[in-house]
């Protein structure tokens, strides 16, 4: 029997960045409509999909020429609700799917997000992940008291004291504490409820916490980190890892490289999945799904590029001169404590320390804003050709995340309909929920 993949939606961006306008997204509709969220939930459930996943932030791009003018001007990475409440009403109308929440380590302080993900696995009767992410947004850091970002390594510290201090809040009312005694009157065994007492480099925290244990007991935990730092931290406590999507070569080498970590933990490698990133285009045909992505390069102007770049990575790109080496900008970028996985470093790696203009530079980083770069095309059957072959490749632990479709939900509408029938004939794919809680479906 062939081992089955696991699929997720990433829905984090599908109304920026110049996707909200393309011909079949959010078609008499407005971000941030609930309603639309409510059929995107109907519609993946339809599909068998495991899971939705919201990224987040929580500041309007301002790093490109220290403004916030041109991020807000073209809707670059924004605007962004908390999920949560949508969440809410996405499970109202489902009975199996799971969604991913974000939350930031780097600014959150562990006790709420503890207690916030213990009330929407109740809500969702157990189909709730909490994507554990840092953050080398200024923008965001500047929202919560930090004048600069905090040091790469440090932030990772802080998430592994944060992700500690949330399983111990959440471990710390046993699961039958609660007995609801009418006769008595007695509501909980306080033998059963155990105060953390932590006190840790980054959080002091007394517990417990004052809810009822939710059905999965936590969430499933989720964390992506590409560095060597964020491979470690993923095997301290990732349930399910959430990665770029790097060629084949490196993917295999992101697998090695976290089973390595894992095994060194003293963990089972075989119980933590991948969920590669995939950007998806179905086409009846080659040249259809072609022309999808070729439309894709007509979504953002210049200035939009270099605001979208200049939030994510943590660098003003403005100040980039006519000529330079991507090699340099890198160093800098690392130095400001910034992203050291970028497209930058990736460049550097491939031109050394040759030079290119900055048109050149904003050409490159177009497809990377638009997703172009990363953007699979072809029939139902070449895409389950490739999904099918970097699954095996990769060990067949985990799946893939489709991210942003281009148009929704009208390119979602199409993997559910062409793509997921063409994997469930190769026996790829679940044809039903197998379990309750996403840990079930997710086979944990």
């Known amino acids: 029997m062939k081992t089955k993949m696991h699929l997720a939606f990433d829905l984090s961006f599908t109304h920026t960045d110049g996707r909200w306008r393309t011909a079949g997204s959010w078609a008499h509709r407005t971000y941030p409509d609930v ?118 390594n440090a932030r990772y510290d802080r998430m592994e004291e944060f992700v500690d201090v949330c399983k111990a809040l959440w471990a710390s009312v046993e699961p039958d504490a609660f007995v609801w005694d009418r006769a008595t009157g007695i509501v909980c065994d306080p033998a059963k409820v155990h105060p953390i007492n932590h006190v840790g480099q980054f959080f002091k925290v007394r517990g417990p916490l004052n809810t009822v244990p939710s059905p999965q007991g936590r969430p499933v935990l989720i964390q992506a980190g590409g560095s060597p730092r964020g491979i470690a931290a993923s095997a301290h406590f990732a349930d399910l890892v959430f990665a770029a999507a790097p060629p084949r070569a490196a993917k295999i080498k992101h697998r090695q490289a976290l089973d390595k970590a894992l095994a060194a933990k003293g963990r089972d490698p075989a119980t933590v999945g991948i969920l590669f990133s995939t950007n998806i285009i179905v086409g009846a045909t080659e040249q259809e799904a072609n022309a999808k992505k070729e439309a894709l390069l007509d979504m953002l102007p210049p200035e939009a590029v270099g605001a979208y770049l200049s939030h994510n990575i943590g660098y003003d790109f403005s100040a980039l001169p006519d000529r330079f080496s991507p090699a340099q900008v890198s160093r800098e970028i690392a130095a400001l404590q910034a992203s050291p996985m970028s497209f930058v470093a990736k460049l550097a790696a491939e031109l050394g320390d040759c030079e290119m203009t900055r048109e050149e530079f904003f050409q490159h980083g177009l497809r990377v804003a638009t997703g172009y770069d990363r953007a699979v095309t072809g029939t139902p059957a070449q895409l389950a050709d490739f999904m099918e072959e970097e699954f095996e490749a990769t060990g067949c632990r985990g799946g893939f995340m489709i991210s942003h479709p281009y148009t929704t939900p009208r390119d979602m509408m199409d993997i559910i309909d062409f793509l997921i029938p063409e994997l469930q004939r190769r026996g790829r794919f679940r044809t039903r929920y197998e379990g309750r809680t996403l840990r079930e479906n997710l086979g944990q």
Request: with cysteine; aromatic share 12%; proline share 4%.
């Open 35 to 152: 309603s639309m969220y409510e059929d995107l939930a109907r519609i993946a459930e339809r599909g068998c999909i495991d899971m939705l996943f919201f990224g987040d932030g929580t500041g309007i791009p301002a790093t490109w020429q220290n403004s916030e003018e041109v991020g807000a001007r073209w809707g670059i990475q924004w605007p962004r609700q908390d999920m949560s409440p949508y969440i809410t009403a996405m499970s109202r109308v489902t009975k199996h799917l799971g969604f991913g929440l974000t939350y930031a380590s780097t600014f959150m302080p562990p006790f709420y997000v503890a207690r916030l993900l213990n009330s929407l696995d109740l809500i969702t009767d157990g189909r709730m992940a909490f994507n554990v992410i840092t953050s080398t947004r200024r923008s965001d850091a500047a929202n919560y008291g930090f004048d600069d970002l905090m040091d790469h």
